[in-house]
């Protein structure tokens, strides 16, 4: 029903008003009585096989749903009903920003793919805050937290610190994103001295709080091998908890959408699946590297349960979905986990 009917009539209208109306439905559906039981009824899969216990955390299933997706933690009780083992908001800024200029999500249907130059618009780490204290759910909840466009780059650590102070008691675990490519100059922050200071700093922040939690590097798809080498050696070194693989990447690469198309969208980060050779090529190396126990998250490209099961073969830990959750509907999740 969803891909007959549903999708085609979404993909009528312009990308970003469509998410935005859908999350007006569930909040809206979600507040009638007994609704929220049913969708949970419908799409969860319990099953013991499915559990995982990662960095001193106990995941009921391997499946989130990547940051990007639920920014300000608007609809974390009601997505929570699709089945997702956990649920990734942000990427949170200290200071709300709108972000890049409109339009900035674009669909490419012939590659079940999406390119977006978001920029990071959210309301601001605050406000999601307050949304956290409110939710009901106990899904666990990773806290993407980034820079805002203005903040130079010398004193993103600084952004990065009132991010993790203002959610640490309200999330499970922390991402360090510096890997989006639609803000300037953040994937400078993936160079090997930068990056270290600023693992160093979080990690810190998590360390010396009376209750640690996990923090998480999340990286781009568009590194070399020696690059990758550098991100390991960091993650070594500073003791991160785990890597996320990979964020979008900025390779338009054996699309079958137009070129034509493609210059008339312009700049963005590029998900789906056209990504999922490189990120579970990526997955592989890292694992490769850093050996059997590190915690790895494998994202990109997962369109089908297929997609899932190789993303785990390649090495991840966990996995977590976005364009194949656009794409594909609510059941999505429900049909990774039966194959799982």
Known sequence: M?????????FRFDPEKIHHFTFNCLKFAGA?????????NIFT????KLERTLFGIQFSNPVGLAAGFDKDARLIDELACFGFGFIEIGTLTPKAQSGNDKPR??????????INRMGFNNGGVAAAVERLKKRKSKVIIGGNIGKNKITPN?????????CFQALHPYVDYFVVNVSSPNTPGLRELQEKDPLTQLMNHVKGLSTRSTQPKPVLLKIAPDLTNSQLDDVVEVLVSTKADGVIATNTTI???GLNSSK??????????????????RSNEVIAYLRSKL???FPIIGVGGIMSPEDAVAKLKSGADLIQIYTGFVYEGPGFVKRILTKL
């Open 105 to 114: 999500l674009f669909r490419l249907p012939q590659d079940q793919a999406l």
């Open 291 to 293: 050996g059997k126990s």
């Open 154 to 162: 010398e004193k993103a650590f600084e952004d990065y610190d009132y």
């Open 45 to 48: 899969v319990t099953d013991k």
């Open 251 to 253: 390779s338009r690469d």
């Open 2 to 10: 969803y891909h007959y009917f549903i999708r085609p009539l979404l």
């Open 32 to 40: 009638i009585p007994g609704v929220r039981l049913l969708l949970r």
């Open 260 to 277: 034509a198309k493609l210059e008339t969208i312009g700049n963005g980060g590029l998900s789906g699946k056209p990504l999922v050779n």
